[in-house]
Structure formats: C-alpha cells, structure tokens
C-alpha cells in the first residue's frame, strides 16, 4: 500500500522538544521532496518546511525557523522533524508529504505540487 506513515506526536511542555517522523510504504523516498505542514485549529494549513531531492536545500517558515530541522534517511524511507524549544503557538496537527521529482530548491514547490500526505499527527504544547 503507498502510504506516508507518521509517529511521534503528542503532548509537551513549552521549551520541550518532539521529533516526528514519517516513514514511506510502497514507494521510495529518494525520489521525492519532501515538506512538513501544519494546521491549527481555525487556521489555514502553513508549509514549515521542505528539503529537495538533490542539493538537499532546505527552506524553514520564519516560525520555526531556528527550532525545527527537516531531515531524512533514504535507506530507511524516512523523514523527520526535529522540534525544538516548542512554544504554545506551535499546538496544530502536523502533515508530511512528498512530491515526486529531482529537484535542487524546493522554495517554490507549491503545496499542489505534493502527491503523497500524512494521515497527521497531533502536537500539543501546554503547560
């Protein structure tokens, strides 16, 4: 079944770290750029962040930026999100998705251009 799978959400404490991951069933990873998305409650679906296929150039939100790092393993068809000093404001469910394609710079990828999503997972930041 081509599936991206994700783990490691959950509830934290503000200044707390989390790392999720997503693993790709059914299809290689190596192919792809890669994104990491959110949505809060009420609010429109922000990209955080990408990492290209070749250059593996990476793009940060100016909210994370700094806190999270995108990072993946190909021999594992696995992506992660490094979470750092998470603030309240970073509560939301949190998507990875891929799009198909060799690219240096993912800067530009609209979120049209991703194929493949996350079921979500739920990050939490209260005290």
């Known amino acids: 079944q081509v599936q991206l799978v994700e783990s490691g959400g959950g509830l934290v404490q503000p200044g707390g770290s989390l790392k999720l991951s997503c693993t790709a069933s059914?299809?290689?990873?190596?192919?792809?750029?890669i994104g990491w998305f959110r949505q809060a409650p009420g609010k429109e679906r922000e990209e955080i962040s990408c990492?290209?296929?070749?250059?593996?150039?990476?793009v940060y939100a100016d909210s994370v930026k700094g806190r999270f790092t995108i990072s993946r393993d190909n021999d594992k068809d696995t992506m992660y999100l490094q979470m750092n000093s998470l603030k309240p404001e970073d509560t939301a469910t949190y998507y990875c998705a891929a799009s198909l394609g060799y690219r240096d710079y993912c800067a530009t990828l609209p979120t049209s251009a991703y194929q493949k999503w996350g079921q979500g997972t739920q990050v939490t930041v209260s005290s």
């Open positions: 059914g299809f290689a990873l190596r192919y792809y750029t």
């Open positions: 990492l290209s296929t070749t250059k593996g150039s990476t």
